[in-house]
């Protein structure tokens, strides 16, 4: 019963955040169908009661990976999702790409590592005023050089090996991302949209990727799970003044969930209806 109400409250959120709203018919991955309620408009709608099951396992997943001290990587270079995942991973420590996946990341590590370390080296070096030996020129193409280092590595720095889990939003964007994991053998956490193939995943959440609304709460819904189990890790090592400004930071993320999304009238799935099938606009 308890089950039941949780997975209830959770539905509601997801609609509340536009997750139902899926693609039109034409766009419609043949494996994604399963997960499709019903087409309203030619659109179309996520059974929300499967999403926030998968939501729950990824979660849990994500929970034990954290307990058992496996590190999270997380792909989000959608623009309607790249400034909130970057924000929120910056604030939690986790590492994070938000510009571009580099080619061979994860099947050619040492680069990465090489990359890294010369964009420390470059910070350390402008730090201690090393740079002030060169002349103007050479320190405008070292700039150069440092602000590309940091665009494509600057939220990876602190990576110091391959990633025992990725969370990628959009897997059809992020393809070059998923296809690294795989050769890895890396399980993948993904947020798919109706236009792509969740089979491809090891824990898919299948829901609205393209609106701001939805897509900042499925990726907080599901970091907040990994951020929470980190700090209650960390309690064990943290002085008590540190415990209380993790528990501060796991939280504050909250009050950025944007609800501007919904623009249509629709019906609000009543509580005894465990599928929420609505009217919505037509999304590209």
């Known amino acids: 019963m308890e089950e039941k109400k949780y997975n209830q409250k959770e539905i509601e959120k997801l609609f ?25 408009n030619g659109v179309a709608v996520i059974d929300l009661t499967l999403t926030a099951e998968q939501l729950h396992t990824a979660k849990a997943y994500l929970m034990e990976a954290a307990k058992n001290g496996k590190n ?22 986790i590492p994070h790409i938000t510009t571009k996946w580099m080619p061979g990341l994860l099947t050619n590590f040492e680069t ?17 005023g090393t740079w002030e030996q060169f002349v103007k020129h050479e320190r405008t193409k070292m700039q150069k050089d440092l602000n590309r280092l940091k665009r494509l590595y600057g939220g990876i720095a602190e990576m110091k090996r391959k990633p025992d889990v990725l969370f990628i939003i959009d897997i059809k964007r992020e393809k070059n991302a998923l296809k690294e994991a795989k050769q890895n053998g890396i399980p993948v956490i993904a947020i798919t949209d109706t ?50 400004s993790s528990a501060k930071a796991s939280h504050s993320a909250e009050a950025t969930r944007d609800k501007s999304a919904a623009k249509e009238e629709v019906k609000k799935p009543k509580k005894t209806v465990k599928k929420a099938a609505v009217k919505k606009e037509v999304k590209d």
């Not at 509340?16 to 309203?40: F, S």
């Not at 959608?78 to 909130?84: D, L, M, N, Y």
Request: hydrophobic share 30%; net charge positive; aromatic share 8%.
């Open 72 to 93: 999270l990587l997380v792909v989000g270079t959608k623009r309607v999702a790249s400034q909130f995942v970057q924000d929120y991973c910056k604030e939690h420590g």
């Open 195 to 244: 236009n792509t193939n969740p089979d491809t995943v090891d824990y898919p959440v299948v829901a609205n990727d393209d609106s701001p609304t939805s897509a900042h709460y499925v990726i907080e819904s599901i970091l907040s799970a990994y951020t929470v189990e980190k700090g209650e890790e960390a309690k064990a090592t943290k002085p008590k003044e540190v415990q209380a």
């Open 112 to 128: 990465l590592v090489k990359n890294t370390k010369k964009m420390l080296d470059y910070e350390q070096q402008k730090a201690d």
């Open 16 to 40: 509340e955040a536009g997750a139902h709203l899926g693609h039109k018919k034409n766009r419609l991955h043949p494996k994604a169908k399963k997960y499709v309620y019903k087409m309203v």
